[in-house]
C-alpha cells in the first residue's frame, strides 16, 4: 500500500509555534524555523519573477560598469533570473516539493536507517553566496518507510533556497517527522560556507557542522551507534 503525504510547509510549522532562537555575535542571525516569505510571495508567476529578474539584474550589472551590450555578457541577466528560480532557489516554492511515497514497513526492520553523505548546494541567505556540504540524515521506522532517493530529494529541495545552516537543518529533521509521522530522526550536515573562505575571513579550511537529534536519537548511546556508522 503506498501512502501519498505532502505536507504544508505552514502545517509544519504551526507544530513548532514558538520555536525559535538566535545566534548571536557573529553576522550570521537566525531567527525562526520558517523560511521568512511575504504574504503575497506567489502572486507573480515564475515567469513574471524571471523577466523582473532579469531587469534588475541587468541593472545591477549595468551600475557596476559592465557594457551589456558585450557578447559574453547580454545573456547573464536572463540567464541568472533563469537559473534563481527554476534552479538554486526552486526550493522556495511549495510547488516543487517532492512527492512523497510511504510504503509499509514489511521488512520488519526497526533499526536505524542512515542515508549518508547526500551532497548539496544551497546560498547563504546573508551574502548570496553557495554553502556546499553533505547531509547524513537517520530515522527509525515508526511502521512507514520512505523511498531513499525521497531522502536525497528533501534535502535538496530544503538547500535550494536562501538559507541559513541552522535552519536547513531543523526544516530537513521537521519535514522528515512529519511525513514519516515519528520523532526517532536525525539530521548532521557537514558544510563549507563561501561567505567564509572565499571573502570576509577567508578561512578555506573550516567547515560547519549542525545537527538535529529527535526522539531516541537522542541519547549518547544513539549519537554514538550513528556516529560510528558515519564512520564506515
Ligand atoms: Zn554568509
Redesign the pocket.
Known sequence: MITEVILKEKEVSEKLNGFSYQEVGD??LFTGLETPMKQDAFKLSDQEKKDKIESLFSEIMDVMGLDLTDDSLQGTPKRVAKMYIDEIFSGLNPANKPKVALFDNKYQYNQMLVEKNITFYSN??????P?IGKAHVAYISSGKVIGLSKLNRIVQYYAKRPQ?QERLTNQIAEELKAILDTEDVAVIIDAK????SSR?IKDDTSSTVTSYFGGKFNNQEKIAELQNTLNY
Open positions: 553576522d550570521h547563504c541567505e546573508h551574502h548570496f553566496v554553502i541559513v560556507h563561501l561567505c567564509v570576509g
